[in-house]
């Protein structure tokens, strides 16, 4: 690469002149013309957790209480003695 090394201390200040001004004219030529403001729509609200969860119950109704928390009953060891013997419940 020639075009960097062995130079003198001006012949740098000028490659790095000429550097600075290619920039500065394809800053120039990439700014885009300044249009008049459209006016735009707003954009749409973003849905939400509570939305996004009644659309997928509606799509997949068998599914609706899949994830619900279940009641689960701690039984001491009498009680679950006298379920077993009965087959019944409290």
Known sequence: MPI?????LAECRLL???GGRARARNL???????SPAQPT????????VHQANLLLD?????LVAAFAPRRTVLLNA???V?????????
Do not use: I, Y
Request: charged share 25%; hydrophobic share 30%.
């Open 4 to 8: 960097l090394f062995n130079k003198t």
């Open 16 to 18: 790095g002149a000429r």
């Open 28 to 34: 120039r030529l990439r700014k885009v013309p300044a």
């Open 41 to 48: 729509a707003p954009l749409p609200r973003p849905e939400n």
């Open 58 to 62: 509606h799509q997949f109704p068998w």
């Open 78 to 80: 009498t009680e679950a």
């Open 82 to 90: 006298f379920l077993q013997k009965t087959g019944g419940t409290r």
